[in-house]
């Protein structure tokens, strides 16, 4: 069912928000696409949205980090 994937979706959202936030980072758009709510077919969908250059340096940054270890 879809409200189902639309659950997991947004606690999957809560969840990288925490882990950015412990790594400093803020993706303010972070949240399930809104189309997600009104097609089943489309399919359940996370946005990350937009971010600034500091930003995307930091998530570089964190991801190299996790991968090197």
Request: overall charge negative; charged content about 25%; hydrophobic content about 50%.
């Amino acid at each position: 069912m879809a409200t189902d994937k639309i659950a997991e979706a947004e606690v999957a959202c809560e969840e990288l928000a925490g882990a950015l936030k412990e790594a400093g980072i803020v993706l303010p758009s972070l949240g399930v696409e809104a189309a997600s709510y009104g097609y089943e077919r489309a399919g359940v969908l996370v946005e990350l949205g937009r971010c600034n250059l500091d930003t995307a340096s930091r998530l570089i940054a964190v991801i190299k980090r996790a991968t090197a270890r």
